[in-house]
C-alpha cells in the first residue's frame, strides 16, 4: 500500500505510542484509526518471526527472510530496529516518509529503545507513553489476556518496570486505567499534533 498523490500538504506527524504490554495501545490504536476523524495510519512493521494463525503480510507484519532483512538493515532502510528472543523487527522509513508527505499522520507502535532510534533520526515526533496505575494492574491485565505462560508474564513484568523508568523521555504520558478517558486524552495529543502542522 503506498500513499496517493494527491496534491501536497503539510507533512502529517509522526506519532511514537510506547507503553508496557497489558496497557492497553492497541485498543486505543484501533479507537483512533476507526474514529476517521484523521489522515492517519499505522505503520506495518518489518519481521523474521513466523505469522501466527490469522496474521496477515503486510497487514500485521511484513514477514521476511532473515537475508532480506539484514540486507536492507545494510541499506539504512529501517528508522529503528531490534532483535527479539533472536528474530528481527524494525521500522522501515518507506512506511513513514511518503505517507507524512502526503499530510498523514503515521503511529509508530515501538519499544522505549526503538522510540530513542527514531528521536536520533527524526527531528519533530511526538512521542506517548501509555501506562496503567500500578505493577499490579499489568499483571492483572496480562493474565486475563490468557495469551502468555507464567514465565512469558514475569518477563513482561521485568520488562515493564525497565519501560516505565524511560516514561519521562516521553511528551505525554497517558494513564489508562479508563479507556474512554484515555481514548480523549490520545485523541487531544493527535488533534495538536496535526494543528501543528506535522
Do not use: C
Not at 112 to 128: H, N, T
Not at 158 to 170: H, N, Q
Amino acid at each position: 500500500m503506498t500513499p496517493s498523490s494527491a496534491a501536497a500538504a503539510p507533512p502529517g506527524p509522526l506519532l511514537i505510542v510506547s507503553g508496557p504490554s497489558g496497557t492497553g495501545k492497541s485498543t486505543l490504536i484501533r479507537r483512533l484509526l476507526d474514529a476517521g476523524r484523521w489522515r492517519l495510519r499505522e505503520s506495518v512493521s518489518a519481521t523474521t518471526r513466523p505469522p501466527r494463525p490469522g496474521e496477515e503480510d503486510g497487514r500485521h507484519y511484513h514477514f521476511w527472510a532473515r537475508p532480506q532483512f539484514e540486507e536492507a538493515l545494510a541499506r539504512g532502510e529501517f528508522l529503528e530496529f531490534a532483535v527479539v528472543h533472536g528474530q528481527y523487527y524494525g521500522t522501515l522509513a518507506r512506511e513513514v516518509a511518503p505517507w507524512r508527505a502526503q499530510g498523514w499522520g503515521v503511529i509508530l507502535v515501538i519499544d522505549v529503545q526503538g522510540a530513542r532510534q527514531v528521536r536520533a533520526k527524526v527531528a519533530d515526533p511526538v512521542s506517548v507513553f501509555v501506562r496503567a496505575s500500578s505493577l499490579d494492574a499489568y499483571e492483572e491485565r496480562l493474565r486475563k489476556r490468557g495469551t502468555e505462560s507464567e514465565a512469558e508474564i514475569q518477563r513482561r513484568l521485568v520488562t515493564a518496570r525497565e519501560e516505565l523508568s524511560a516514561a519521562g523521555e516521553y511528551q505525554y504520558q497517558i494513564l489508562n486505567d479508563r479507556l474512554d478517558e484515555a481514548y480523549e486524552e490520545l485523541a487531544a495529543v493527535v488533534d495538536r499534533s496535526f494543528a501543528r502542522g506535522g
